[in-house]
């Protein structure tokens, strides 16, 4: 007589799925509140009834639960703040278009000789005092055409008033021109010089590095917003 002995086949591809796991998050992503919640709700379930989850343990789990949902709500009110502000930086620098600005973060700075004789203030600022103060200007083709003895100036925030003639007493023909400045003290040392620059603005742009306004000036010159000290009506 023969016997039957049952067999149990093996399915290729079958996976077996644990009902009782507790789920799992990739630990190269970052853990939301959704899922801080539902490895909390899943570890209240599979707990060992003798031995529950101590009382103080559990309310400091929800503590963490509740700081966590505030920092994420922070972040996107903060994410929604940088929006608004840079929102608001594009509907200023619209009004920009077609002004002079002053702006720092250059070498040499820029002014135009519109040939009514009035003087041209020459902006720069020194990190010390100046013994002597030079002024070199360069036409717009990069070429030096004049340079100016300026004098001595204290530290800070200075004008030079040009009168738009070299040191002959030649007058330039008007357009515009840019100017260095050069200043050493009592011992001959270089003192740190600041010329701010300017120019008209004739277009605004989004820096797609990071969302800020850039303002782009006749020359081609981009300059961000908070880089602006001053707007005035183009001459």
Same mark, same amino acid.
């Given at each position: 007589?023969?016997?039957?002995?049952?067999?149990?086949?093996?399915?290729?591809?079958?996976?077996?799925?644990?009902?009782?796991?507790?789920?799992?998050?990739?630990?190269?992503?970052?853990?939301?509140?959704? %899922?801080? $919640?539902? *490895? =909390?709700?899943?570890?209240?379930?599979?707990? &060992?009834? +003798?031995?529950?989850? /101590?009382?103080?343990?559990?309310?400091?789990?929800?503590?963490?639960?509740?700081?966590?949902?505030?920092?994420?709500?922070?972040? %996107?009110? $903060?994410? *929604? =703040?940088?929006?608004?502000?840079?929102?608001? &930086?594009? +509907?200023?620098?619209? /009004?920009?278009?077609?002004?002079?600005?002053?702006?720092?973060?250059?070498?040499?700075?820029?002014?135009?000789?519109?040939?009514?004789?009035?003087?041209?203030? =020459?902006?720069?600022?020194?990190?010390?005092?100046?013994?002597?103060?030079?002024? /070199?200007?360069?036409?717009?083709?990069?070429?030096?055409?004049?340079?100016?003895?300026?004098?001595?100036?204290?530290?800070?925030?200075?004008?030079?008033?040009?009168?738009?003639?070299?040191?002959?007493?030649?007058?330039?023909?008007?357009?515009?021109?840019?100017?260095?400045?050069?200043?050493?003290?009592?011992?001959?040392?270089?003192?740190?010089?600041?010329?701010?620059?300017?120019?008209?603005?004739?277009?605004?742009?989004?820096?797609?590095?990071?969302?800020?306004?850039?303002?782009?000036?006749?020359?081609?010159?981009?300059?961000?917003?908070?880089?602006?000290?001053?707007?005035?009506?183009?001459?």
């Amino acid at each position: 007589m023969t016997m039957f002995n049952p067999t149990v086949g093996i399915v290729e591809g079958a996976s077996y799925s644990d009902p009782f796991a507790v789920p799992t998050v990739d630990k190269n992503e970052d853990v939301n509140k959704e %899922d801080f $919640l539902l *490895l =909390l709700v899943e570890q209240l379930k599979n707990q &060992n009834p +003798l031995e529950p989850m /101590d009382g103080t343990d559990f309310t400091a789990q929800l503590a963490q639960f509740s700081s966590l949902e505030q920092q994420t709500a922070m972040n %996107d009110n $903060l994410t *929604l =703040l940088q929006d608004y502000s840079a929102t608001l &930086n594009r +509907l200023s620098a619209l /009004d920009m278009i077609g002004k002079e600005v002053e702006f720092d973060g250059v070498g040499s700075g820029s002014v135009t000789i519109n040939g009514d004789g009035q003087p041209i203030p =020459l902006n720069f600022e020194l990190a010390d005092n100046a013994q002597e103060v030079v002024v /070199d200007i360069y036409n717009d083709a990069g070429g030096r055409v004049a340079t100016l003895e300026a004098g001595y100036y204290d530290l800070g925030p200075q004008s030079f008033n040009w009168n738009g003639k070299d040191a002959d007493g030649n007058v330039f023909s008007e357009g515009r021109y840019s100017f260095e400045v050069n200043a050493r003290d009592e011992l001959g040392q270089l003192v740190t010089s600041t010329v701010n620059g300017s120019g008209e603005v004739q277009g605004i742009e989004t820096d797609p590095r990071n969302g800020n306004t850039v303002l782009v000036l006749v020359d081609g010159t981009r300059v961000g917003i908070d880089q602006v000290l001053g707007v005035k009506a183009a001459i």
